[in-house]
């Protein structure tokens, strides 16, 4: 079992930066796929950017250009850097993980496709 553990949000003004971190623990080494995804209040949850075993990556329409993902498997951390937010970044942010026996595993943004999340943790942008 992988125990994913978020941090990193905050409130920031409309084009602001914020770095969210995932620390991962527990069989890490199984991770294959992991993956940040948000819920804005009264919305679906929704995928916002992957990554996979190789280090391929796989970015939402919405977030491409501004957010990228990256790993650090010495640290078993996944960062989320989100650059010039707007006031719909406003969401909960969710890490998520995939443990699989499979050596290379595809990014993936649905949500279907990981079995590990994290408690979130909340990003607030304002006008």
């Known amino acids: 079992q992988v125990r994913l553990v978020e941090s990193g949000g905050g409130s920031v003004q409309t084009g602001g930066s914020l770095t969210l971190s995932c620390a991962a623990s527990g069989n890490t080494y199984r991770n294959s796929r992991m993956g940040w995804f948000r819920q804005a209040a009264g919305k679906e949850r929704e995928g916002v950017a992957s990554i996979g075993s190789s280090g391929s990556t796989v970015y939402a329409e919405s977030v491409k250009g501004r957010l990228t993902i990256s790993k650090d498997n010495v640290k078993n951390t996944l960062y989320l850097q989100m650059n010039s937010l707007q006031p719909e970044d406003t969401a909960m942010y969710y890490c998520?993980?995939?443990?699989?026996?499979?050596?290379?595993?595809?990014?993936?943004?649905?949500?279907?496709?990981?079995?590990?999340w994290g408690q979130g943790t909340q990003v607030t942008v304002s006008s």
């Open positions: 998520a993980a995939l443990e699989s026996q499979w050596s290379l595993v595809l990014p993936s943004l649905r949500s279907n496709e990981y079995n590990s």
